[in-house]
């Protein structure tokens, strides 16, 4: 059950469950995961924090500092490769080469 006050969005992406040690009955909050950082929160309309929808990802965002649309594995992988972490590589599609991979990544940062 959604405690009073508390909507909860089509996106739902997992659940907070509350179980009192007193015996009182177990409450069930909807939380939402950032689709960028990972960043799991407690979904409450009106409260005034700034949250986003990433219209490539087609889910939510937490906030202002993951209004790049980074993905997660990506970010994960720039720390790996040591680049800034809101770097996303530029993928060019090259068609009529059916032997060769079907994306080529260029890396604008990259020496020529």
């Given at each position: ?18 179980t ?48 790049a ?36 990544v ?6 020529e």
């Open positions: 059950m959604t405690p009073r006050g508390i909507a909860a969005p089509r996106q739902q992406t997992g659940a907070l469950t509350i009192p040690e007193d015996g009182s009955p177990v409450v069930e909050i909807p939380t939402i995961t950032c689709c960028h950082c990972g960043r799991v929160w407690q979904w409450i309309p009106g409260s005034g924090r700034n949250r986003g929808f990433c219209l490539k990802c087609n889910a939510f965002f937490c906030g202002p500092q993951c209004q649309c980074v993905p997660q594995e990506q970010q994960l992988e720039n720390l790996e490769a040591g680049r800034p972490v809101d770097y996303r590589p530029v993928k060019v599609l090259i068609p009529g080469t059916p032997t060769a991979p079907p994306r080529k260029i890396d604008p940062n990259a020496p």
